[in-house]
């Protein structure tokens, strides 16, 4: 990561105020997910917007504004604090016009709007205004009135019919409820739950594995001395002889508890 170009527009970004250090991490961070997902996204046919190595510092800046990796409410603040002819606001300004007009051209890219709703759409957005995504974009149009609900529910069934897989998801995304505070874990965030994941993973093995029961003693075996109840029979049988009926015998019979003893 040290030897990539593009940590230098994010570094010049830093330096100019545009971005605070804890977004620069947050870019950074962004960067390593997008490279160890490369190869399943390839795999899977998923295009994920991924900064240009060739881009510059508009370009960077758009792409933080998209990924929603910039605080929009810092943002705006800063832009509106920064004196018109300052380079920095310039900067910052291009910066928004484009990442908004990206999420506007893929809806016309993927045939969901015609070239002069795209440009009237742009044209009527308020410059404290972040369009971050193709869903976000058609949900301005929706609010804006450039495109009615009618023309939303023809909209969704011509893309059912003959639309990209892409385009189905823009269509359906934007016809559902938005959810706010998606966002509220940054990328770093989730870098640090990975790890932590991976660890329990590797751990768990080890963690939850049954322990070896000790090994019981052998049982005590008690034997039964067939001698000892022969002879107590024999005593009884003497006793019943008679002249012997004032001869009371008190008889135990006695078992006798051995160990590990085999029977005779």
Do not use: C
């Amino acid at each position: 990561m040290n030897a990539d170009p593009r940590l230098l527009p994010l570094d010049e970004l830093v330096r100019l105020g545009l971005v605070t250090p804890d977004e620069y991490d947050d870019a950074l961070a962004e960067l390593e997910i997008v490279e160890i997902q490369r190869a399943h996204n390839a795999a899977e046919g998923i295009d994920v917007s991924e900064l240009a190595f060739d881009a510059d510092l508009q370009q960077t800046l758009a792409w933080l504004l998209s990924e929603e990796l910039v605080d929009t409410q810092r943002f705006f603040a800063m832009l509106q604090a920064l004196a018109p002819q300052d380079e920095r606001r310039q900067l910052a300004a291009s910066a928004l016009q484009l990442a908004n007009r990206h999420a506007f051209d893929t809806l016309y890219q993927e045939n969901l709007i015609n070239q002069w709703q795209r440009d009237a759409a742009i044209d009527r957005l308020p410059t404290d205004v972040l369009i971050a995504s193709p869903v976000a974009a058609l949900r301005q149009m929706l609010a804006q009135g450039g495109l009615s609900p009618q023309d939303y529910q023809a909209l969704k069934t011509r893309t059912h019919t003959q639309g990209s897989e892409l385009a189905r998801m823009i269509v359906d995304a934007a016809g559902k409820r938005q959810q706010h505070g998606w966002r509220a874990w940054r990328p770093s965030t989730w870098m640090i739950l990975v790890i932590v994941l991976v660890f329990l993973a590797l751990a768990a093995p080890g963690w939850f594995a049954k322990p070896v029961p000790a090994a019981m003693p052998p049982p005590v075996q008690t034997l039964e001395r067939t001698d000892l109840r022969q002879r107590a029979q024999s005593a009884v049988d003497s006793a019943r002889q008679p002249g012997a009926d004032g001869v009371q015998y008190d008889v135990q019979v006695v078992q006798e508890k051995v160990k590990d003893e085999p029977p005779r």
